[in-house]
C-alpha cells in the first residue's frame, strides 16, 4: 500500500510517501492507525494526535471504518488549512 | 475550471477570459485571498503552501461542480498557488459569473467555505521563532456547515 503524509505529520515521521504491505489482519482505516505506530516511535509520536489527522483513501476523505486494501492509496494528514 | 499552480494570476485577465463571448452573463463575483504579514500577534515573513497533488484537483473540481448544482452559473473558476509566497502575494482566487448578481455572490462564497474546509493545502508560515504550521480555525468548519443547513 502507498501511504502519504503531509504537512507536520510528513516531518514528524520523517518521509512524505512509503510503500507498505499490510498484514492481514490490517482491515480497515482505524485498524492502520492502531498498526502504523510499531514502526517505529517517531510513528507513536506523530500518531499522538490521531483524533486530529485526516484520511483519505484513493483520494477521497474516508470515514475509520472504511475498508482498505494493498492497491489503495492511503494518506494520512492534519486539518487543511488551504485559501 | 480549476488551476493549482505555483505562479501567480491576474485577475482582470481571468475574468476576460471567463467572461468573453458569453453576453448572457450579467454578474461576475471575485475573491482573491492573500498572504498577511502578521498571525495573532506573530510576525510572518513568507508562507509555503504544501498541497495534495491529484486530491488537489480532485476536491476543487467535486466542489465546483457542486456549486454548479446549486445555483444556476454561466461560468467559473478556481485557482489556487503553492509553494512559497510573500506578504502581499495573492494565494487563492475563485471567480463565479451567472446572469444575475446573487448566484453569483453565494456561489462564490460557498465555493471559498468548502475550498478551506475540503482542499488539501496546508500554510507554513516562517516566523522570527522558525517555521510553524498554521492550524485550522473553528470558524471555517462552522462555515462550512451553514450551506449544509441551507
Request: hydrophobic share 40%; proline share 4%.
Amino acid at each position: 500500500m502507498k501511504i502519504l503524509y503531509f504537512a507536520w505529520l510528513r516531518t514528524e515521521i520523517g518521509k512524505s510517501s512509503e510503500d507498505i504491505s499490510l498484514p492481514t489482519n490490517v482491515r480497515t482505516v482505524n485498524d492502520l492507525l492502531n498498526w502504523l505506530p510499531e514502526l517505529g516511535n517517531s510513528y507513536t509520536q506523530a500518531l499522538k494526535k490521531r483524533d486530529l489527522l485526516r484520511i483519505a483513501v484513493n483520494q477521497d476523505y474516508a470515514d475509520l471504518d472504511q475498508e482498505i486494501r494493498d492497491s489503495d492509496e492511503v494518506a494520512i494528514f492534519p486539518p487543511v488549512t488551504g485559501g | 475550471m480549476i488551476r493549482v499552480q505555483s505562479e501567480d494570476f491576474d485577475l482582470a485577465l481571468e475574468v476576460r477570459k471567463l467572461t468573453e463571448g458569453n453576453p448572457a452573463i450579467g454578474a461576475v463575483t471575485a475573491f482573491i485571498g492573500l498572504v498577511r504579514d502578521i498571525a495573532g500577534d506573530t510576525e510572518i515573513s513568507s508562507m509555503t503552501l504544501e498541497h495534495y497533488p491529484g486530491m488537489t484537483e480532485k476536491m476543487l473540481r467535486e466542489i465546483e461542480t457542486e456549486a454548479h448544482q446549486r445555483w444556476e452559473l454561466d461560468a467559473s473558476l478556481i485557482i489556487h498557488r503553492y509553494g512559497q509566497l510573500a506578504p502581499g502575494d495573492q494565494i487563492v482566487l475563485v471567480v463565479t459569473c451567472s446572469k444575475h448578481r446573487q448566484a453569483a455572490f453565494e456561489s462564490c462564497e460557498f465555493l471559498m467555505d468548502f475550498l478551506k474546509t475540503k482542499a488539501p493545502f496546508w500554510k507554513l508560515e516562517q516566523t522570527p521563532e522558525g517555521g510553524k504550521w498554521v492550524d485550522a480555525r473553528d470558524g471555517d468548519t462552522e462555515a462550512t456547515e451553514r450551506w449544509l443547513k441551507s
